[in-house]
């Protein structure tokens, strides 16, 4: 679909949303964008061993992709929201706070608390955490970035939110294979991150897979788009291993759909729960890979194929509901969650495995990542008996936009949290989101079966919270949106 049939189709398509609630809101939307790729070489993070990339060697530019709402009801501001998206591994948990106190009064008549940065989880994307690494060579330091960053994504933030102006949306869901699980079970009980599956011991793939596509489409008074939301479970990681600044998949889509609808469209790739999910063939890989060559594409490309396609027949499918005035509501909610507790053997494990490092580390060098990762497991389970100790403190942003909802965590959530929390919610459309809006940790939230099998992402060096805290989660996430659409 090119972008001129694209405003001639949504010419006369506004409508009033019909969804049971009294109160309907007129929306004013901005939108802008953030190069967040310095021009000096930066650490990478998404890997236990230091990367740094090479600016002179970029493969595509890291953004930050900023959608600003208002609602308002009889001409006054009733509610807001300013969604970022970046092209970032995670956002550590102070970098949010920090980044609402840097703007300050510069977004005026805002509430910076209705604000929250969100990660595609791109493996090849600047560092903005610290305590990783001991020592980065050249690398611009992580703190030094985070100053740029800063100034980069708050001009983004000032320009989308003074930019707004009355609008209007369209939401649907499309369909398109993105992700494969990608831990492998075995027959004697455990399972494997990428494990193999080509031997008689392999049962089959852990989990599930989720191949929808939730999109929201937002355009200006004369029907241009100006800003589109894109939910994918699937993490930017088709490239993860590379020692060069790249926003994989997502560099290709908004290529893509911005050669179709518009050079200024803000395009906001959100990642769904996708915590054993992966963006590579797991199964089928000679087939997958033979038909990319057959297309002469490579593996990041035929996922933007298949997302601006979904993109495009999704539009097509809901442009005659596109809405000016619509129910908005947004919520915060702040809650702990109990920390996973560490046994007996775990811990021995993790302090073995400590001890095995200390001692690499005066023959060959030391590994600080991976150091930290079994650390932190031996100081958990030698302070959660401690009060206050066994908690994780969340912060969840829940937004109603007519009968669909958005929903966040700060975690790499496994599918299976996903499909209970879309199972039981009473939105027509419910749009989850992991890796935002950070409060603690960064850490994976394995399900039951997860844990149950072992590995890298279920094990405690990976989780801060288990099963315990990830039905909890289900059940304030399911609380949240049901008290939205009860008004």
Partial sequence: MKKQSLLLAAAGAVMLASVGVSSAAELWIGAA?????????????GQFHVRVADPKQILSRCKA????????????????????????????????QRLRAYLGDRLKGFDTGKLFLTATHTHTGPALDQGWYDDLGNAMPPEEYVAFFFERVAAAAVKAWEGRARGSAAWGLGHAVTSQNRRSAYADGSSVMYGTTDKPEFLGLEGGEDHAVDIVFFLDEKRRPVATVMAVACPAQVDEGLSRVHADYWGDVRDGLRQRFGAELAVLGLCGPAGDLVPRAILRKSAEGRMEQLRRLNRRQELARRLIGVYESTWEAVQSELRADVVFAHRVERFDLPVRNITDQEYETAKTALALLAAKEKLVGGEPARKNWYKKTVERYEGQSKEGARRCAVEMHVIRLGDLVLATNPFELYLDYGMRIQARSPAGQTMLVQLASPADAHSYLPSERAVKGGGYSAVPESSLVGPEGGQALVERTLTAINELFKK
């Fill in 33 to 45: 964008e953030a190069d967040i790729t310095p021009d000096r070489p930066v650490s990478l993070t």
């Fill in 65 to 96: 992709n900023v959608l600003a709402i208002e609602a308002r009801e009889n001409g006054q501001a009733a509610d807001c929201a300013m969604v970022i998206a970046c092209d970032v591994c995670y956002v550590p948990r102070d970098t949010q």
